[in-house]
């Protein structure tokens, strides 16, 4: 539900501190990561793990914004986005903006986020402090400007609270090989396909773009289901993720 004029600054605040936000994001590396930031920049976080999920919390809760990765399990972000619109016009709510996280910036994506009533897109990898801009300004631009808003990220020092999660990416990182090896051997290339998408998220703090670039093209070899394109990816993540350690442990 859309948060109650009486008990925040609404959504045309330009600042963020208190802000209620909703996060949508099934990546627990991506939850810690971006919770993290913006409790630390003074918002209020809900967490949901999947688009169903994330309905039922915009229900059951009062937010100024939602964030929200768009492919989701359960619920995908387009028709999540699409029943909270259809909720919000059957109870005359307010529309709560929703900015929309994916790993494209295609004309295509972005006319469906537009279609979906999405306010704003930022295309991932993004730099932490765009997606603060994105909270401070959703509620001053207009949802034309604001879905070609986005622009290529820039790299940024770690935040302290981010960097201390730095051990917990890494491990991750060495699990997701770990799955893409044993999927591999399986062919099970949708679930390849997934662990690249979540990769091209967690590059916006923990290795850069190389690790997301690593992780859109397994998803784009997934895809097409090309075993040896994986095979030659899968070792450079290896060897990606053993000097992200090393820098680690330097810091």
Same mark, same amino acid.
């Given at each position: 539900?859309?948060?109650?004029?009486?008990?925040?600054?609404?959504?045309?605040?330009? #600042?963020?501190?208190?802000?209620?936000?909703? !996060?949508?994001?099934?990546?627990?590396?991506?939850?810690?990561?971006?919770?993290?930031?913006?409790?630390?920049?003074?918002?209020?976080?809900?967490?949901?793990?999947?688009?169903?999920?994330?309905?039922?919390?915009? *229900?059951?809760?009062?937010?100024?914004?939602?964030?929200?990765?768009?492919?989701?399990?359960?619920?995908? #972000?387009?028709?999540?986005?699409?029943?909270?619109?259809?909720?919000?016009?059957?109870?005359?709510?307010?529309?709560?903006?929703?900015?929309?996280?994916?790993?494209?910036?295609?004309?295509?994506?972005?006319?469906?986020?537009?279609?979906? #009533?999405?306010?704003?897109?930022?295309?991932?990898?993004?730099?932490?402090?765009?997606?603060?801009?994105?909270?401070?300004?959703?509620?001053?631009?207009?949802?034309?400007?604001?879905?070609?808003?986005?622009?290529?990220?820039?790299?940024?020092? *770690?935040?302290?609270?981010?960097?201390? !999660?730095?051990?917990?990416?890494?491990?991750?990182?060495? =699990?997701?090989?770990?799955?893409?090896?044993?999927?591999?051997?399986?062919?099970?290339?949708?679930?390849?396909?997934?662990?690249?998408?979540?990769?091209?998220?967690?590059?916006?703090?923990?290795?850069?773009?190389?690790?997301?670039?690593?992780?859109?093209?397994?998803?784009?070899?997934?895809?097409?289901?090309?075993?040896?394109?994986?095979?030659? !990816?899968?070792?450079? *993540?290896?060897?990606?993720?053993?000097?992200? =350690?090393?820098?680690?442990?330097? !810091?």
């Amino acid at each position: 539900m859309p948060a109650s004029p009486g008990t925040s600054e609404g959504v045309s605040n330009i #600042g963020i501190v208190g802000k209620s936000v909703l !996060l949508v994001e099934d990546y627990a590396v991506n939850q810690l990561i971006f919770a993290a930031y913006l409790r630390r920049a003074g918002c209020k976080i809900e967490i949901a793990n999947h688009g169903r999920e994330g309905v039922e919390l915009f *229900l059951a809760g009062e937010f100024d914004v939602v964030i929200r990765d768009m492919q989701m399990p359960v619920l995908d #972000g387009w028709s999540a986005t699409k029943e909270i619109r259809a909720l919000e016009r059957a109870n005359i709510w307010p529309q709560t903006p929703i900015i929309a996280l994916t790993a494209s910036a295609s004309n295509e994506d972005r006319e469906l986020c537009r279609e979906a #009533g999405c306010t704003a897109l930022l295309t991932k990898p993004l730099a932490l402090s765009e997606l603060l801009e994105a909270v401070r300004k959703h509620g001053t631009l207009p949802v034309d400007a604001a879905l070609s808003s986005n622009k290529a990220s820039s790299e940024e020092p *770690l935040d302290p609270e981010v960097q201390s !999660l730095l051990p917990i990416a890494l491990r991750d990182l060495r =699990q997701r090989a770990e799955a893409i090896w044993k999927s591999l051997a399986s062919d099970a290339f949708e679930e390849i396909g997934r662990c690249g998408h979540q990769l091209v998220g967690v590059g916006t703090v923990v290795g850069g773009p190389s690790i997301s670039d690593l992780g859109r093209a397994l998803e784009e070899a997934a895809a097409k289901r090309e075993r040896t394109k994986v095979n030659e !990816l899968v070792p450079a *993540l290896e060897e990606r993720t053993t000097a992200l =350690q090393r820098f680690s442990l330097d !810091l």
